[in-house]
């Protein structure tokens, strides 16, 4: 699986769009882009993930670019319980085998 | 609520003593993973199984050994416990094999602590 880097921290004011980028210049054609969170010693919670063209659910926007080397999360409206370790994962979407690898992910840190 | 059970949520024991935690992966879900984050290190991945057959192995200690059994939850049983077993261990569940898009769902954790 593609290794990927995010910075190890940001911050973001309450009610205020929240963007976290990801790398991923290594980034084979078959493998996904997914996101999941970890609020303080909660399990990781799935948010969305993609391929190659911009996806939108209820939590968040996933932004691809067109070489597909980065990406970016946007939580439209952060609000306090927002707060979390946000990792991006890429890999193959078949599991067989395949493992989601979690890296140190990125602490957003929503501020009133 | 994942969909994801896990018991116990809370365990203290002692160095040398074998614990078991168990886990009920959501309705339908064909694979179950094991992952420790200890206090100091992230997620990492322990072991993975699809329909009763181990399918991923990851860094987990020959102490640890897992099985999924024919109703699909999971045990994973830690034996001769020492003071860095101590963690939380994660379950997770996803529908699995060729037809899985890869969204794992997370149980709520077992935290162990070894005294």
């Known amino acids: 699986d593609a290794k990927t880097t995010q910075p190890p921290s940001m911050d973001c004011a309450e009610g205020r769009a929240a963007n976290l980028p990801c790398n991923h210049s290594t980034i084979s054609g078959n493998e996904y882009v997914y996101w999941y969170r970890q609020i303080h010693s909660q399990g990781p919670q799935y948010i969305i993930h993609g391929l190659k063209n911009n996806e939108t659910n209820e939590m968040a926007s996933l932004i691809i670019t067109e070489d597909r080397k980065s990406s970016t999360l946007i939580l439209p409206h952060a609000t306090l319980r927002d707060t979390a370790v946000y990792y991006c994962i890429v890999r193959v979407a078949r599991e067989y085998g395949n493992k989601l690898v979690f890296g140190a992910g990125t602490i957003l840190r929503v501020k009133s | 609520d994942s969909g994801v059970t896990q018991t116990p949520k809370h365990l203290i024991t002692a160095t040398g003593q074998r614990v078991t935690l168990r886990c009920s992966p959501r309705?339908?879900?064909?694979?179950v993973y094991w992952y420790q984050q200890s206090l100091d290190q992230g997620l990492q991945f322990l072991i993975q199984?699809?329909?009763?057959?181990?399918?991923a192995k990851g860094n987990i200690l020959e102490r640890f050994s897992a099985q999924q059994f024919p109703d699909l939850h999971s045990e994973l049983n830690l034996s001769s416990l020492e003071l860095g077993d101590s963690a939380l261990y994660f379950c997770?569940?996803?529908?699995?094999?060729?037809?899985?898009?890869?969204?794992?769902?997370f149980g709520e954790g077992s935290r162990l602590t070894v005294l």
């Open positions: 199984y699809y329909n009763g057959e181990e399918r």
């Open positions: 997770a569940s996803s529908v699995g094999g060729e037809i899985g898009t890869g969204e794992l769902f």
């Open positions: 309705s339908g879900d064909l694979s």
